[in-house]
Nanobody
Framework: QVQLQESGPGLVKPSQTLSLTCTVS??????????WSWIRQPPGKGLEWIGY???????YYSPSLKSRTSIARDTSKNQFTLQLSSVTSEDTAVYYC???????????????????RGQGTQVTVSS
């Protein structure tokens, strides 16, 4: 059973960088051919896919967030991370990490794509 757990600050000030970590257990983030994604859900809105890191280490980001997003990994800890810079109140959301076997580049906003996901962590952007 694969488990994912998000962690990080619940409150970030405007213009700062949001940093989250997803810790994976029960499976390796280097196992072929899985995608490891970050997704978010702002209050009262639908899911927004942010980006992924592939088992190989390659990354791909949503075009709308690409300029502010960086996803990386630490294979020794079996973790992958999200950094979102220059945050505003529009970045307030519940943030999730999740695993899929299909490329989430098109349907990443659809929960049915993922076989495992974390419980989510609330991040609020406020001064």
């Amino acid at each position: 059973q694969v488990q994912l757990q998000e962690s990080g600050p619940g409150l970030v000030k405007p213009s700062q960088t949001l940093s989250l970590t997803c810790t994976v257990s029960g499976g390796s983030i280097t196992t072929k051919y899985y995608y490891w994604s970050w997704i978010r859900q702002p209050p009262g809105k639908g899911l927004e896919w942010i980006g992924y890191i592939f088992y190989s280490g390659s990354t791909y980001y949503s075009p709308s967030l690409k300029s502010r997003t960086s996803i990386a990994r630490d294979t020794s800890k079996n973790q992958f991370t999200l950094q979102l810079s220059s945050v505003t109140s529009e970045d307030t959301a519940v943030y999730y990490c999740a695993r899929s076997f299909r490329n989430p580049g098109v349907d990443g906003h659809n929960w049915s794509l993922y076989d495992y996901r974390g419980q989510g962590t609330q991040v609020t952007v406020s001064s």
